[in-house]
């Protein structure tokens, strides 16, 4: 049966792959210690599964509901983009989908087609560009370097958000996979520069509470008002809330772009589950005690896995500022041969860390960047450093 163009130039997800290759040899028995998948190890706080339990007992939980979400739900969302972000929106602004990959998805169905660039900075989360291909737009990225901390410059977005067809600019911060935050100021330097062109701009803000050290997040569109106009807010409770499986996201932005997402997911899903919705509400208004005891958690692996990877011959990470990644260049290794491979990139470094090994990791080049690794560290401490034994002694 013939598949359609499209569909046909979307690869799969790397890093499922990896994780579901990992799942396939411990199935086996074989001791797999996994830096792959972007998930939470810790349990899903227990006030927000009995709020869903409870919402199961509500009749009226459990039917069709609104296609942009419950009202009450977006009220409260509304109310944390102004009061935390400094964002002015109405509850009419926000918008709930399963996910924040099925809020950019939708985002990129409404926004972009043919002729259009999607502008991507480089390394970048592996979904942007299938995005941009099954709207019809390409992706275009944008480079960046471990020597730039992976940050792109006000002159790369002049320079590439005035080509012709350039219409969305990607950012994502803190960032999957390199980890890396721009500063507030290093922001308002993209906002001045995305103000020269037409550009509109993606933030992709789902680790924003995932932060460490003096790291400072603001929201992009908290900037001025002329950028707020010009920019789509993405979040979700998946990473903050251990809450992956749930598939609760939501996206924030100017009215016609919220309206035309509303309009898609009347057509495509009806609507989020409103007994999930029921406890997405209760996340946002209850006390944060859990999710501050989950980052601290992160940023002290976060800091210990850097620092070993740092200590490795032939190994250079740039440090995290958040989220729950390292993205080490480890290209001094290639050409050599590990496990009876040769290694002559990115893949075939993670080919043989699983193989010969016992490592999951994710090649960079699935990120656009093929001298690195991915490697989570949203698993033990006990797991890392097993994990980077086992690194260690493979590449001496």
């Not at 602004?93 to 998805?105: D, S």
């Not at 002159?155 to 935050?181: F, H, R």
């Not at 100021?185 to 509109?200: N, P, Q, S």
Request: glycine content about 8%; charged content about 20%.
């Amino acid at each position: 049966m013939k598949l359609s163009d499209r569909i046909q130039r979307v690869p799969p997800s790397a890093t499922l792959a990896v994780t579901n290759r990992a799942k396939e040899m411990k199935a086996q028995g074989i001791d797999v210690v996994s830096f792959g998948a972007g998930e939470p190890d810790f349990d899903t706080p227990e006030f927000l599964k009995q709020a869903a339990k409870a919402a199961l007992d509500n009749p009226a939980l459990t039917k069709y509901g609104p296609s942009n979400g419950m009202p009450a739900l977006r009220e409260v969302l509304a109310n944390k983009l102004r009061q935390e972000n400094g964002l002015d929106l109405s509850a009419d602004q926000v918008t709930i989908t399963a996910g924040g990959k099925h809020a950019l998805y939708n985002c990129a169905q409404v926004m972009l087609q043919e002729g259009d660039k999607l502008l991507i900075p480089t390394p970048y989360w592996v979904s942007y560009p299938a995005f941009a291909q099954l709207a019809g737009a390409e992706p275009v990225y944008i480079p960046t370097s471990p020597e730039s901390q992976f940050k792109i410059t006000p002159e790369q977005v002049l320079e590439y958000g005035k080509q012709p067809g350039a219409k969305v600019l990607v950012l994502n911060s803190p960032s999957n996979p390199t980890g890396v935050a721009y500063t507030p100021g290093e922001l308002r330097a993209l906002a001045e520069a995305v103000l020269k062109t037409e550009l509109v701009v993606w933030s992709d803000e789902i680790y924003e509470k995932l932060i460490y050290g003096d790291t400072e997040f603001i929201s992009f569109g908290s900037i001025s008002p002329e950028i707020l106009a010009r920019t789509v807010t993405f979040n979700g409770l998946s990473k903050t809330y251990a809450m992956t499986g749930w598939r609760l996201g939501w996206t924030a932005g100017p009215t016609d772009v919220i309206k035309a997402m509303n309009n898609l997911m009347s057509q495509q899903v009806s609507n989020v589950p409103m007994f999930l919705q029921q406890a997405a509400i209760q996340a946002y208004t209850q006390p944060q005690d859990e999710v501050e005891a989950m980052r601290q958690a992160f940023e002290k692996r976060g800091t210990h896995m850097c620092q070993r990877l740092n200590a490795i011959p032939g190994v250079t990470c740039v440090k995290p500022d958040g989220a729950f990644y390292c993205f080490p260049d480890i290209s001094a290794h290639y050409g050599k041969t590990m496990g009876g491979m040769k290694i002559n990139g990115s893949m075939d470094f993670a080919t043989a860390a699983l193989e010969s090994a016992q490592i999951a990791v994710v090649p960079g080049d699935s990120f656009g960047e093929d001298r690195c690794i991915r490697l989570s560290f949203a698993t033990s401490m006990e797991q890392i450093d097993k994990g980077l034994d086992r690194l260690e002694a493979m590449l001496k």
